[in-house]
């Protein structure tokens, strides 16, 4: 009998159009229902806490998964992060950004990443807003090691439907105005709109694998 996540993996699957990836984001989900869906097909998993991806990753080594950092990154995790992760999501400000770019190049790698961009009021998330990073752009472009891939935004909570969708075109329209192809936005619940906007990777986690364990940062 196939689980719920294998079922709704299956219809998220059919339900995304060409150039929408799924990112299977598995913070407060166990190895075991990574390694479900990873049987499916499903490579790219998310997770935002070091330590929690770190168990999950030494338990699935056998499998070979691409593991993406999406949640807020402390600059003290970052040598660790880089270690661990080949895509990271979630550089918010020119500090970070400029700290992994010098971390990545000391560490030999290379990493793709998002600029994360708040281009809504939004006091429980950091972010570039579209003056900053326009401004600080070539400094970026210069910058080791860092392979920009794109932006990524989130969606403050309260906004309708119309709102979420304007805001994720203004994403995309900054994205095509720096020629960045990926855009990182949509979570299980706007992930419609987001696709509508032109999303190329959906971060979904209850919508796949159903209600999270709550968890401790760290
Ligand atoms: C947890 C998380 C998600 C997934 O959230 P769901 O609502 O469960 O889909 C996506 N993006 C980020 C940055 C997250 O922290």
């Known amino acids: 009998m196939p689980s719920h996540s294998a079922d709704r993996w299956r219809d998220l699957r059919a339900q995304l159009p060409d150039g929408a990836r799924l990112l299977a984001v598995s913070k407060g989900h166990p190895a075991a229902a990574i390694r479900e869906i990873a049987t499916l097909g499903q490579r790219a998993f998310g997770e935002s806490r070091l330590q929690e991806a770190q168990l999950k990753q030494a338990e699935l080594n056998d499998l070979s998964l691409q593991w993406h950092f999406i949640g807020r990154l402390q600059s003290n995790k970052v040598r660790a992060v880089v270690r661990a992760f080949?895509?990271?999501?979630?550089?918010?400000?020119?500090?970070?950004?400029?700290?992994?770019?010098?971390?990545?190049?000391?560490?030999?790698?290379?990493?793709?990443?998002?600029?994360?961009?708040?281009?809504?009021?939004?006091?429980?998330?950091?972010?570039?807003?579209?003056?900053?990073?326009?401004?600080?752009?070539?400094?970026?472009?210069?910058?080791?090691?860092?392979?920009?891939?794109?932006?990524?935004?989130?969606?403050?909570?309260?906004?309708?439907?119309?709102?979420?969708?304007?805001?994720?075109?203004?994403?995309?329209?900054?994205?095509?105005?720096?020629?960045?192809?990926?855009?990182?936005?949509?979570?299980?619940?706007?992930?419609?709109?987001?696709?509508?906007?032109?999303s190329t990777w959906l971060r979904l986690g209850s919508a796949l694998f159903g209600p999270r364990q709550p968890v401790k940062d760290g």
């Open 86 to 198: 080949s895509v990271i999501h979630s550089l918010d400000s020119w500090s970070l950004t400029e700290r992994t770019a010098r971390i990545a190049s000391e560490e030999g790698r290379s990493p793709e990443v998002f600029l994360q961009v708040k281009l809504r009021p939004d006091p429980n998330k950091g972010g570039w807003s579209s003056d900053a990073l326009l401004e600080a752009w070539p400094q970026l472009c210069s910058l080791p090691a860092l392979r920009i891939r794109g932006l990524m935004t989130m969606a403050p909570q309260g906004l309708t439907s119309q709102e979420r969708r304007m805001l994720f075109e203004e994403c995309s329209a900054l994205a095509d105005r720096l020629e960045l192809p990926e855009r990182s936005m949509g979570m299980s619940g706007d992930w419609h709109e987001a696709v509508a906007s032109g």
